[in-house]
């Protein structure tokens, strides 16, 4: 069943992106098993690095947080334990599967590799006000 095959898949959402330069969090959306998700990708802190050489094996730079977007109320009880149920599972699979995928990732630029633990969120140098800007911006 081709219809399957996609559900399966994980695909990124554009819409809705952003970038929180006060707590380094990026926060996007996707798609896994035919829900919608909220993904928040952000680097391990300092002071867990310090905490995790302490550790017998290195822990992941690539923190992700995962939310499943309820896009259906119309449930019948039964059905909503099922699929809470099936969520919990399919939460703990996606995590994981975004913890790979984000702590083996390597960009190539020029001859440069860069993983995750190479990247890191930046405070811009523009003011608040210049940001408001754009959210007042009603993509006209």
């Known amino acids: 069943n081709n219809n399957n095959n996609n559900n399966q898949e994980i695909r990124f959402l554009k819409e809705n992106v952003s970038i929180d330069p006060s707590t380094g969090i990026v926060t996007f959306?996707?798609?896994y098993l035919g829900e919608t998700w909220k993904l928040e990708l952000q680097r391990r802190l300092e002071d867990e690095d310090e905490q995790q050489q302490q550790q017998p094996q290195p822990q992941p730079?690539?923190?992700?947080?995962?939310?499943?977007?309820?896009?259906n109320n119309n449930h019948t009880i039964d059905?909503?334990?099922?699929?809470?149920?099936?969520?919990e599972a399919a939460s703990v699979q996606l995590?994981?599967?975004?913890?790979?995928?984000?702590n083996n990732l390597v960009f190539e630029l020029d001859g440069?590799?860069?993983?995750?633990?190479?990247?890191?969120?930046?405070?811009?140098?523009?003011?608040?006000?210049n940001n408001n800007d754009d959210d007042n911006d009603n993509g006209g």
């Not at 730079?61 to 896009?71: C, G, K």
């Not at 995590?95 to 984000?102: A, L, N």
């Not at 440069?112 to 006000?129: E, G, H, I, P, R």
């Open 29 to 31: 959306y996707g798609t």
């Open 61 to 71: 730079r690539a923190l992700i947080r995962v939310t499943h977007i309820d896009n």
């Open 79 to 87: 059905k909503m334990k099922e699929k809470k149920q099936n969520l």
């Open 95 to 102: 995590t994981q599967i975004m913890s790979d995928f984000f």
């Open 112 to 129: 440069t590799f860069l993983t995750f633990q190479d990247m890191k969120v930046a405070k811009s140098n523009y003011s608040n006000n």
